[in-house]
């Protein structure tokens, strides 16, 4: 068990020992992964963990000195990560410019090929640009919104990974969470966007396509922002690696699709 100096410093001299100290404490063991360790102490608010042998002898103490130190380069790794880069292993004036380079070029070409994804779905709609060039003002307004909410989302659920407020048995809970907050931000920015494209004179068929297009794809891309962490969680993938430019990438191609088709159905082109 584990008893604190201040609860034997007041304890009554004819006190037992073991009526005073905690036949059950945490501890982690010596192969426990250090953000892991974190995570307990903010949890239980300790200030020092105690670390056990496979026989659960005391072997060491972790404190909370070394906790903050963990915590303040794991979330290091995790903004660059959400950044679209592999972590620095050294501080940032310390590595080369070549070592910097080399850390973002993979995410960067990675990107670059999946970026293409969004050419390849405007050649092969091409035949409806050329009919109605107006679907082309919308674009931008298109996926940059889808891009926004499901970054939005990604790094909510991220964070909560992180802290433990979503763990693994939670995830069906967090998904419809963010369905439902999806569809309610979807019917603001649908109706926003059907009043904007009406102001810009267009047809009231092409503000309603805009207007569900906007619906579908904020409602996408929130699910997706939720489904990929969650899903690299369960697969004991660090979420922050398919975050940040993967998903924007990804959400611009899918999102233009949806516009597309939907313009298609409701246009009839």
Known sequence: GVISLRQLIIAAPAALVADLM?????????????????????????????????????????TIDDVVDVLQE??????????????????????SVLGIARKRVGWLLLLFLTESLTGSVLRFFETELQAVVALSFFIPLLIGTGGNAGSQTTSTIIRALAVGDVRKRDALAAFWHELRVGIMLALVMGT??????????????????????????????????????????????????????????????????????????????
Request: charge should be negative.
């Open 74 to 95: 794991e979330a290091t790794e995790d903004i660059q990560r959400l950044g679209g880069a592999e972590p620095l292993q050294r501080p940032y004036l310390d590595t």
């Open 22 to 62: 905690d036949p059950e404490p945490v501890s982690v063991t010596v192969g426990s992964d250090q953000e892991t360790c974190a995570q307990l102490m903010s949890r239980y608010s300790l200030l020092a963990l105690p670390v056990v042998d496979v026989n659960n002898r005391l072997v060491g103490i972790i």
């Open 192 to 269: 926003i966007a059907y009043g904007r494209a009406l102001l810009w004179g267009t047809t009231p068929d092409l503000a309603l396509a805009v207007a569900v297009s906007i619906l579908a794809i904020v409602v996408w891309a929130n699910s997706l922002g939720a489904l990929l962490p969650l899903g690299a969680a369960a697969l004991k993938i660090d979420p922050t690696v398919v975050s940040g430019p993967a998903m924007s990438t990804l959400v611009d191609a899918t999102g233009l699709f949806i516009y597309f088709t939907v313009a298609r159905l409701i246009i009839g082109l």
